[in-house]
């Protein structure tokens, strides 16, 4: 696919790294020469200096009917911009415009009309560390039909009752529920599991349900956590700012931040919200602020050394629990094992949310998970994948590389059993280990 991307600083250039290991054909236009060097010379891609909201410079990408556009500069701006000009000037396919929460939010539909979707990388972000706030225990939360259905991944741990037995025993202990475990993260592999596979103690596991049984389902895999109450919040730039506005009225929230003139800025807009105006790497200060009380630390500052140090120093300190925000690959690798809890990676988020507009058929949602180890997507049963229609879950023979655990029907989640017929209209879920999969699959069926 050809894919057009303008921007490649922290979030352009990371999901033009990311896309072109899927065998897209990707062009990143970008005016800053440095932000070029980053990813010029990458299988796959190809690097354009200059203005992106300049005609004669998207002239150059040479767009056409099936060219996918993303606008991911870091200004607000020149995204809206480069959408008008792009709908108005060329042939092209579907337009991804990036925003930032300013005023543009509530009128971006009405001056840019040709754009197909609207993406805020940070109002994502944040959203998927509230879903962690409010169900303790969760290392991953994932929306699914229309946030009716969760994806949530847990570690398994020797007080979970169905930790040491089988998958299936599960039905023995939620008899008037039905849940489904399609995957299971093991020693670096995933695994596409079945009712005879035993939970192992440090199993990362994989269920699907309803907001309601998620505690349900992860009593099976660990004890319960209890409630998170004090949140603190280190850095309050963009991402700080936006999670301590959604959090403040459901937990005790503390804004840590080192620049005086942004704890400034900050105290008009988060009103009713503690900002602290210190250094979030001195040991001194963490102490004195009583950080054993924390329940939850959270590192979103631009820095991920910044991140990551804060993180095990407050660990260390007595905080029960870490998520921290690490946006360089390279740097997530070397921090995966330690004592850091959570690890929020911001362009696995950002991509998963643009996979809908890459992955065949009518897709409603596609997340990636563990790096890209694994996906995980909402499809919908139409006339691009007719030959579904009428089959049964075992007429389809899958294999240990793909798991279809649940499919909505009429707003109802049904997990499905191998005698479960597929119907026009469904939305199945669908867990596959690689890209190459799901296009067999579709091929197949289409």
């Known amino acids: 696919m050809r894919i ?45 200096q200059g203005n992106a909201s300049s005609p004669k410079t998207l002239s150059k990408a040479g767009f056409d009917s ?48 040709g754009v197909d979707y609207f993406i805020n990388p940070e109002d994502l972000i944040t959203n998927e560390i509230k879903d962690l706030l409010v169900h303790p225990g969760a290392l991953e939360v994932l929306d699914f039909d229309e946030n009716r259905t969760k994806l949530v991944s847990v570690y398994a741990k020797k007080t979970g009752l169905l930790v040491g037995r089988q998958i299936k025993e599960l039905k023995k202990d939620l008899p008037d529920y039905e849940t489904r475990i399609p995957a299971i993260y093991r020693e670096d592999e995933f695994l596409i599991p079945n009712g005879d596979t035993v939970i192992n103690e440090e199993d990362e596991v994989y269920f699907i349900a309803d907001e309601n049984h998620i505690e349900d389902v992860t009593r099976e895999l660990q004890q319960l956590e209890d409630k998170y109450k004090n949140i603190y919040i280190a850095g309050c730039g963009n991402l700080g700012k936006l999670l301590a506005k959604k959090t403040n009225n459901d937990f005790n929230v503390k804004v840590i931040e080192k620049d005086p003139d942004q704890c400034e800025k900050s105290s008009e807009d988060l009103d009713g919200v503690l900002i602290l105006n210190a250094d979030v790497a001195d040991k001194d200060f963490l102490a004195s602020e009583n950080i054993e009380n924390c329940d ?68 409603f949602n596609a997340h990636k998970v563990k790096k890209g180890a694994a996906e995980v997507m909402e499809l919908n049963v139409d006339s691009s994948i007719k030959n579904l229609i009428g089959k049964s879950i075992q007429e389809l023979n899958l294999n240990g590389d793909m798991n279809i655990p649940c499919l909505i029907r009429d707003e109802e989640a049904i997990m499905a059993h191998s005698s479960t017929l597929i119907q026009e209209r469904d939305h199945l879920l669908i867990f596959y280990k690689d890209k190459s999969v799901f296009d067999s699959f579709y091929n197949k069926y289409k």
């Open 4 to 48: 057009v991307i303008l921007g490649a600083g922290s979030i352009g250039g990371s999901v033009a790294n990311e896309l072109s290991s899927e065998e897209n054909d990707i062009i990143v236009i970008d005016n800053n020469e440095k932000n070029l060097e980053k990813i010029n010379g990458k299988e796959g891609i190809i690097v354009i």
């Open 66 to 113: 099936q060219t996918l556009l993303l606008c991911l500069t870091d200004v607000e701006e020149t995204n809206i911009l480069a959408s008008i000009v792009a709908r108005s000037q060329f042939e092209i396919g579907k337009i991804v415009c990036r925003l930032t929460g300013s005023a543009y939010t509530n009128i971006s539909d009405e001056i840019a009309s």
């Open 296 to 363: 939850v630390f959270i590192a979103v500052t631009q820095d991920d050394e910044t991140n990551v140090l804060c993180s095990m120093m407050a660990k260390k300190l007595g905080a029960k629990k870490t998520i921290t925000i690490v946006n360089k690959e390279a740097y997530l690798d070397l921090v995966e094992g330690n004592d850091l809890d959570i690890i929020i990676f911001p362009v696995q988020i950002t991509v998963s949310h643009i996979l809908k507009y890459i992955r065949k058929g009518s897709v």
